[in-house]
């Protein structure tokens, strides 16, 4: 079965400064990442995803992550965090049952603390 | 109106109480899932539907039964709730291929 692992309970920085996420997947085959972000009292949101093509993936709120193959990775980045950016970040993959039925596995999740 | 709505939002039970939490949708997707959410392990799948008349055990079903009432509702029931049954949970939907959820506000379940 496909997993993610979010190895960070929580990531401290700045504002102003960049900051990055950490998620490592172990899949069989090509692999089908996303990143979603939790504000508190709030479902998850979509911020990006990774099906095929280059690298370097942008998404929502200046947000983007880099898919390492080598080093099966796919890591979530913003050049300058803002104190707003604080929330509960998840990562998850794609993962398709024996029935065919695709579905998302998601990680434990890394709280995001940007102090002011 | 939010695209997946869950109700009720809170609820505080007690042990050996039936319960169901409630998902509609209006997005038009085939696929429904429900997950809870615990702190420290994430997000966990309980039941996943690919429509009306396919309804399948996720990772964690034990305690749990669901229905799909309709192509947009997908109810989740706890027969007989007990204390370990506190956390947040989550119902979702898709379309095709699982290129990405659309989440609900949640449900936060306290049984006591």
């Known amino acids: 079965a496909q997993s993610v692992a979010q190895p960070e309970d929580q990531v401290n920085v700045a504002e102003g400064n960049p900051l990055t996420v950490k998620c490592t997947y172990s899949v069989s085959g090509n692999p089908y990442l996303f990143w979603y972000v939790q504000y508190p009292n709030r479902g998850l949101q979509f911020l990006l995803k990774?099906?095929?093509?280059?690298?370097l993936v942008k998404g929502s709120y200046g947000f983007e992550a880099e898919f390492n193959k080598s080093q099966t990775s796919f890591h979530l980045k913003k050049p300058s965090a803002l104190v707003s950016d604080s929330a509960l970040y998840f990562c998850?993959?794609?993962?398709?049952?024996?029935?065919?039925?695709?579905?998302?596995?998601f990680g434990t999740g890394t709280r995001l603390l940007v102090s002011p | 109106d939010a695209d997946v709505t869950q109700t009720p939002r809170n609820r505080i039970t007690k042990t050996g109480k039936r319960i169901m939490l409630e998902c509609s949708q209006t997005?038009?997707?085939?696929?429904m899932y429900w997950y809870r959410q615990d702190p420290g392990l994430g997000l966990r799948l309980i039941y996943y539907?690919?429509?009306?008349?396919?309804?399948n055990k996720g990772e964690i079903s034990d305690g749990y039964s669901v229905s799909r009432q309709a192509q947009a509702k997908f109810s989740l029931s706890l027969e007989s709730a007990i204390p370990n049954q506190t956390a947040l949970y989550f119902c979702?939907?898709?379309?095709?291929?699982?290129?990405?959820?659309?989440f609900g506000s949640g449900t936060r379940l306290t049984v006591v």
């Open positions: 979702a939907t898709s379309g095709l291929g699982a290129y990405g959820y659309t």
């Open positions: 997005k038009g997707h085939d696929r």
């Open positions: 998850a993959v794609r993962d398709i049952g024996h029935t065919g039925f695709q579905k998302l596995v």
């Open positions: 539907s690919f429509d009306v008349k396919d309804i």
């Open positions: 990774y099906i095929t093509g280059d690298n």
